[in-house]
């Protein structure tokens, strides 16, 4: 009974071994092979554009709460400034 045990736990860590080995083989070579496909590269690409004009939106807008904060500390009443 033990040494059933003992092969089955074998022949497991052996299966389980080529399966992780064979997965990152097959892992590096998509990496290598270009990755995505042209329809996922043309996501990305998309994705990424947007996340700029999004980041450039947000930039333009702080320099406008910027100057509206400048324009409201120079209307406030001189005693207050004080």
């Keep these: 009974m033990e040494g059933a045990l003992i ?3 074998v022949f497991g860590g052996i299966v389980l071994a080529l399966a992780v080995l064979g997965s990152t083989f097959l892992i590096a ?3 290598l092979k270009g990755g995505f496909s042209r ?3 043309m996501q990305q690409n998309e994705e990424a554009r947007m996340i700029q004009e ?4 947000l930039s333009r ?5 910027d100057a509206l904060e ?3 500390l120079d209307r406030e009443p001189e005693d207050r400034k004080k």
Aim: glycine share 4%.
């Design 61 to 65: 807008m702080e320099e406008r709460v």
């Design 54 to 57: 999004i980041y450039q939106g």
């Design 39 to 41: 329809k996922d590269q």
């Design 7 to 9: 092969v089955s736990i």
């Design 29 to 31: 070579i998509k990496i």
């Design 70 to 72: 400048t324009i409201l």
